[in-house]
């Protein structure tokens, strides 16, 4: 069965640096989304991506996040500086449709820690 | 807007007991309703959803939930829990006249099974 894909699982970082996320969606799907858990806490919607450009993003996905899909197969989030708190489980999701009653397949997450 | 409130953090039954982890929205219009099951190390897998049409809704492994408008409630049931069944349960919407697929999750359920 067709799965979403994400590397590295874990990543540990030093506050201010670069990191770069990457997800693999299903190869028929059109529609991309990030979503982050911080530990304890809700999973929190960040961004949604259809043809090469932002659907919706949320307050959260400030200028220090970005998303692109550098070639036909990946989906990448970036976080330029980060910060203590953009510590959390960073999960990917893909669906065929947009439309709010199709399912949204998840990756297994990256576990983001920032020192 | 939307929101998800789910009740109780954590649920523990016995193995072959009934389960019902507690799910209740407010949404201005009837959202879409998802339920995901998150075992450990794996990204969320969908359970079961509820778009339109008859309001009891079975998923896979033996779940089953209801929409209840009256109630803004789409409580999880499964008649007889297994030790497998031992995992995180996320409650989601997303709203049916949007066109991001946007999801707003609950703070989930972790589901104990005992022997």
């Known amino acids: 069965e067709p799965e979403v894909t994400q590397t590295p699982s874990h990543q540990v970082t030093q506050m201010g640096q670069e990191v770069i996320l990457r997800c693999v969606p299903i190869s028929n799907h059109l529609y991309f989304y990030w979503y982050r858990q911080i530990l304890g806490q809700k999973v929190e919607f960040l961004v949604s991506f259809y043809n090469n450009e932002i659907s919706e993003k949320s307050e959260i996905f400030d200028d220090q996040f970005s998303v692109e899909r550098p070639d036909g197969s990946n989906f990448t989030l970036k976080i330029r500086s980060t910060k203590l708190e953009d510590s959390a489980m960073y999960f990917c999701a893909s669906s065929e449709l947009v439309l709010g009653a199709d399912t949204q397949y998840f990756g297994p997450g990256t576990r983001l820690t920032v020192l | 807007a939307q929101s998800v409130t789910q009740l109780g953090s954590h649920v523990s039954v016995s193995e072959g007991a009934l389960v019902l982890l507690r799910c209740n929205y407010s949404?201005?219009?009837?959202?879409?309703l998802f339920w995901y099951v998150q075992y450990p190390n794996q990204g969320l897998q969908l359970l079961l959803k509820y778009t339109t049409g008859a309001t009891l809704v079975k998923g896979i492994n033996g779940f089953e939930a209801e929409f209840k408008k009256s109630e803004t409630s789409f409580h999880l049931t499964k008649p007889s829990a297994h030790m497998s069944d031992a995992a995180e349960y996320f409650c989601a919407v997303s709203d049916p006249l949007g066109n991001t697929g946007k999801l707003i999750f609950g703070q989930g359920t972790t589901l104990q099974v005992k022997p």
């Open positions: 949404s201005s219009v009837p959202p879409y």
